[in-house]
Nanobody
Framework: QVQLVESGGNLVQPGGSLRLSCAASGSILSFTMAWYRQAPGKQRDLVASITRIGGITYADSVKGRFTMSRVDAKNTVYLQMNALKPEDTAVYYC????????WGQGTQVTVSS
């Protein structure tokens, strides 16, 4: 079974940028990939998703600031986050949906001055 490992989370000031990576241990060709986030005391929400053929959707709260991409040859998806706000603070999770579904362990993003 494929495993997912996120990286790139960090402490950043408001207005700053981060790039998250999600590396899979196997091929992601057959998966729709997504990023979710969960802030303390809140539910886990969809941030962005990308289909096998590259169709992308974003949550309204991140449109124009975040960009999701996938590089199937590297079994990796990315989330470029610009103009970060304190309300973007959360644990960010990578998610793969296909014939089965799985989650990564999460990476912490903290936006604070």
């Amino acid at each position: 079974q494929v495993q997912l490992v996120e990286s790139g989370g960090n402490l950043v000031q408001p207005g700053g940028s981060l790039r998250l990576s999600c590396a899979a241990s196997g091929s992601i060709l057959s998966f729709t990939m997504a990023w979710y986030r969960q802030a303390p005391g809140k539910q886990r929400d969809l941030v962005a998703s990308i289909t096998r053929i590259g169709g992308i959707t974003y949550a309204d709260s991140v449109k124009g600031r975040f960009t999701m991409s996938r590089v199937d040859a590297k079994n990796t998806v990315y989330l470029q986050m610009n103009a970060l706000k304190p309300e973007d603070t959360a644990v960010y999770y990578c998610y793969a949906r296909g014939t089965y579904s799985l989650w990564g362990q999460g990476t912490q993003v903290t936006v604070s001055s």
